[in-house]
């Protein structure tokens, strides 16, 4: 059994920055990617960005690339979201997510999920 604890999230202004993180307990990783979703009222949860436990290789939806960085620290068990150059449509509840996945962006392959993080992007 895996859980996942998401922290981080906060009232920001736009155009400023955010790092989220999340904490992996129960088990290790290898062959397993993690990734971040996000869900904001009315609307599904979507895909934000992925990376593969084991090589690093990381994975991005087009409204966040070259703003937004995924990356690891396999001593924490951690992966991290730093969010740079906010915007109001990047508001929305972030979620982590872990599982033996090949389609990285598709969110009914992930079995494990934190409860969430709230993100408010507001002037």
């Known amino acids: 059994q895996v859980s996942l604890v998401e922290s981080g999230g906060a009232l920001v202004q736009p155009g400023g920055s955010l790092r989220l993180s999340c904490v992996a307990f129960?088990?290790?990783?290898?062959?397993?990617?993690m990734a971040w979703f996000r869900q904001s009222p009315e609307k599904e949860r979507e895909f934000v960005a992925a990376e593969t436990w084991t090589d690093g290789i990381t994975f991005y939806a087009d409204s966040v690339k070259g703003r937004f960085t995924i990356s690891r620290d396999a001593d924490k068990n951690t992966v991290y979201l730093q969010m740079n150059n906010l915007a109001p449509e990047d508001t929305a509840v972030y979620y982590c997510?872990?599982?033996?996945?090949?389609?990285?962006?598709?969110?009914?392959?992930?079995?494990?999920w934190g409860q969430g993080t709230q993100v408010t992007v507001s002037s």
């Open positions: 997510a872990a599982g033996a996945v090949r389609s990285f962006s598709d969110r009914d392959r992930y079995p494990y």
């Open positions: 129960g088990r290790t990783f290898g062959g397993v990617a």
